[in-house]
């Protein structure tokens, strides 16, 4: 098992009511288990703000891993070690 640290902005701090969490996750596990070990810690709520209803992925999500943008490495299966740091900032926009 690894611990990483995360940190959420913008609505999911609001919907996990909090700015920070440690999570404990498998070895080998990905970006995609992280946020789904997060969601299953904080509920429906951060649920709502993270993942689009219809895939069920982040996709109105940016997502820093050490400060690097999941995109510029292997996206949501991008493997997380001891003592990562993932940065979850939901964008949301009015109409």
Do not use: F, W
């Amino acid at each position: 098992m690894v611990e990483i640290a995360i940190k959420m902005l913008g609505v999911a701090k609001d919907a996990a009511g909090r700015v920070r969490e440690t999570i404990t996750i498998p070895e080998c596990a990905d970006v995609y288990e992280a946020i789904r070990t997060l969601i299953d810690i904080h509920g429906q709520p951060l649920k709502d703000v993270l993942l689009d209803p219809v895939t069920e992925t982040p996709l109105a999500t940016l997502i820093l891993l050490n400060g690097i943008e999941i995109g510029n490495l292997q996206g949501l299966e991008t493997p997380l070690y001891h003592n990562d740091t993932l940065v979850l900032l939901s964008v949301t926009h009015g109409g």
